[in-house]
């Protein structure tokens, strides 16, 4: 684990790495060292001394990864701010953190940075984009993940489309932003859109239906 640290890899999905990140580089006392071992951290002071790593003048790196973690973690509105910002940072896994992070606080706030960051350059930063959005169940994230699922990355497509069939269960989810898309010239775009509108009752959706089960 610790060699992996080393070589500046560290998953979204890797909590406890960040623990011990912060007890390598950011020098926690031993009490609050403790504390940092814990998922969600439920020390403030722990949240605060991640947030501070974010803003340190060194180049991004694996401290500021676990600084974005933690501040999701945390789920502080005031947080966000420190949050987007992050997103825009040369290093990958920092934004990638970051984008985590927006989608564990879920407020209003992120919807439109989450949204920018599915243009992102790094399949992963999209694919957890499009995670966040589902989670932050806001339907104007629909046409834009509509986009997404013609992505060439599978994992950033698989990730639009599971978001998608969650904002089209949102109450009064608009069905006009799929019936719009029926007719696209990506067949993926169709797939997805027609099933979102079978989820919403609307009967748009039949003759596309009808036409994937006659084909398969």
């Known amino acids: 684990l610790r060699a992996g640290l080393d070589a500046h890899e560290l998953p979204v999905g890797a909590p406890w790495a960040a623990g011990l990140l912060l007890e390598r580089e950011a020098k926690l006392p031993l009490r609050q060292r403790a504390e940092a071992r814990r ?3 439920t020390e403030p002071a722990v949240g605060e001394h991640l947030g501070s790593g974010l803003g340190r003048p060194r180049a991004p790196g694996p401290l500021h990864v676990a600084a974005a973690l933690g ?13 987007i910002h992050a997103t825009k940072y040369s290093y990958k896994n920092v934004r990638r953190a970051a984008v985590a992070g927006l989608g564990q606080i879920k407020d209003p706030r992120a919807v439109q940075p989450l ?4 243009k992102d350059s790094f399949w992963f930063v999209r694919s957890e984009a499009a995670d966040a959005l589902g989670q932050e169940g806001d339907v104007r994230a629909i046409a ?17 489309e599971t978001s998608l069939v969650l904002l089209c269960r949102v109450p009064k989810a608009p069905a006009d932003p799929f019936a719009s898309r029926l007719n696209d ?3 993926k775009i169709v797939r997805i859109s027609a099933i979102c509108l079978a989820v919403l009752k609307d ?3 039949i003759p596309v239906l009808l036409k994937h089960v006659a084909s398969s």
Do not use: F, K, M, Y
Not at 71 to 83: F, H, K, Q
Not at 145 to 154: G, S
């Open 39 to 41: 998922w969600p951290r």
């Open 71 to 83: 501040l999701g973690a945390n789920r502080r509105p005031d947080s966000i701010d420190t949050l």
């Open 115 to 118: 949204i920018d960051t599915l």
């Open 144 to 160: 834009p993940l509509l986009n997404i699922v013609a992505d060439p990355d599978a994992t950033a497509e698989s990730s639009a």
């Open 185 to 187: 010239p990506n067949p």
């Open 203 to 205: 009967p748009r959706s």
